[in-house]
């Protein structure tokens, strides 16, 4: 399981965040590994005393190794095979049989399980959690692979592995199993603490285990080191993005991106209704269009330096929302799958070079109904057929896919949703400044 981390972490997602060298680690460390038989037949304290030592030992060449690419700006990785959290779980879930009866883990008090304070505790600790009866039968399988291996002529081969005596105390007692797990579960000072479902296969547990440590990391090189900026700004027609997104991206001194989609149709072919079927003439193909824009968007994004911060309008997250409106009825869910997968390919991509936030503009119908005759020009960009009815269906459809697609791509910390029916300069600054200080705080 180790490896399989270690080794998915080295060859995909470090290389895209430029994170550095990934380590393997295990308590007790390979320095140490010489002397670890003779603590173990010595048994009692002095074995539990070898392998409280060894969580120290791992501190100081963590440490060391660390001090030695101190030149490095990138950030290492450790991934360590138990530590001190499995030595505090495994030596109060064994009963010692000259002791008192087990008590309940759930009456223990916090501060047995609280990590020490000259220890370093780890950013993220991974608990693999497995029912009784899986543990058993991989306890009995190991047993018997180790008997294969090793059997010097004796008919029956041990219940458990000849190597690890904790295989042996495991399969006698089913309850030892289940009081170290909820040792593990009552650990104080990781960071972060993640269940991972351990019956399933080998690899189903890995990828498990490396989209929850991908997501950690990705919250560690945010802090370590702040990576710009995308601002998203999305919203239905008249919601305000683009003045908005202009005097924002001034306030910050960023770059503006305006919509793709109004910067490459063609508005002097625009028809009314014609945003329905693909670019607004009513000629083009909705899957061509929604091709085209996609492609587009995505050469925006490569072409802005990576240092970059900038407001970008509508976005992926809202053509999307588009492609799905003029997809709405035609009950093709491998388009809709197809569509999505290549909106959540391009996000995914961008999210390797800058923080993605998203201001959702909420408008409603009879607001977008004013803006259009307050603005002639808002009409002229989207015209319409039936304006009523049309500005009822685009707030109603585009608000509520607009926040699906953003609870699912991007994360919630990530996310602000304003309400922006007000009309008016002093409105419009308020929503900027609120926008800027939402922004700063995610810095």
């Not at 972490?9 to 670890?36: D, E, M, Y």
């Not at 030596?91 to 009866?101: D, E, L, Q």
């Not at 008590?103 to 497995?130: A, G, T, Y």
């Not at 910390?413 to 308020?430: C, H, P, R, S, T």
Request: with cysteine; net charge neutral.
């Amino acid at each position: 399981m180790v490896r399989r981390l270690a080794n998915e972490l080295s060859s995909t997602t470090t290389k895209s965040i430029g994170i550095g060298q990934v380590h393997i680690c295990a308590t007790p460390t390979a320095s140490i590994s010489n002397v670890r038989p003779v603590f173990d037949k010595a048994g009692g304290s002095i074995a539990r005393a070898f392998y409280m030592c060894s969580n120290y030992i791992l501190q100081y060449e963590i440490r060391k190794a660390c001090k030695q690419r101190c030149n490095d700006e990138k950030i290492s990785i450790f991934i360590v095979d138990r530590w001190y959290s499995s030595t505090c779980a495994y030596t109060i879930g064994y009963k010692n049989t000259n002791g008192p009866p087990k008590e309940s883990i759930d009456l223990l008090p916090d501060s047995l399980f609280k990590w020490p304070r000259d220890l370093s505790p780890p950013d993220l600790m991974l608990i693999l959690d497995v029912d009784d009866d899986v543990r058993i039968k991989r306890v009995s399988d190991r047993a018997d692979r180790s008997s294969t291996t090793q059997n010097t002529g004796i008919e029956d081969p041990p219940k458990a592995s000849r190597n690890n005596p904790w295989d042996e105390r495991l399969s006698n007692d089913i309850e030892l199993g289940q009081r170290i797990i909820s040792a593990h579960h009552r650990s104080i000072g990781p960071l972060c603490i993640k269940k991972v479902d351990a019956n399933k296969t080998p690899d189903e547990v890995a990828r498990n285990a490396l989209d929850i440590t991908t997501t950690q990391l990705m919250d560690k090189v945010r802090a370590s080191f702040p990576m710009p900026m995308t601002v998203v700004l999305t919203g239905s027609h008249c919601s305000g993005k683009t003045s908005l997104g202009k005097i924002l991206a001034g306030y910050l001194g960023w770059r503006f991106d305006p919509e793709i989609g109004d910067i490459k149709r063609d508005k002097d072919s625009l028809v009314a209704g014609g945003h329905l079927s693909g670019d607004g003439s009513g000629s083009k193909d909705g899957d061509d269009w929604d091709t085209f824009v996609n492609e587009k968007e995505c050469e925006r994004d490569s072409s802005c330096p990576t240092s970059c911060n900038r407001v970008v309008e509508t976005w992926h997250i809202g053509n999307l929302a588009w492609a799905l409106l003029r997809l709405n009825g035609s009950q093709s869910d491998e388009k809709e799958t197809m569509l999505k997968a290549r909106a959540h390919q391009a996000i995914q991509k961008e999210m390797k070079h800058r923080n993605v936030v998203c201001v959702h503009f909420q408008t409603s119908a009879e607001t977008t109904i004013r803006r259009r005759q307050n603005q002639p020009n808002n009409a002229l960009r989207l015209p319409m057929k039936d304006e009523k009815e049309e500005c009822v269906n685009l707030c109603t459809f585009l608000d509520q896919q607009v926040v699906d697609l953003l609870n699912e791509h991007i994360q919630k910390k990530f996310i602000l949703v304003l309400n922006n029916d007000e009309d008016g300069e002093e409105a419009m600054g308020q929503k900027v400044r609120e926008i800027a200080s939402y922004v700063d705080n995610l810095k």
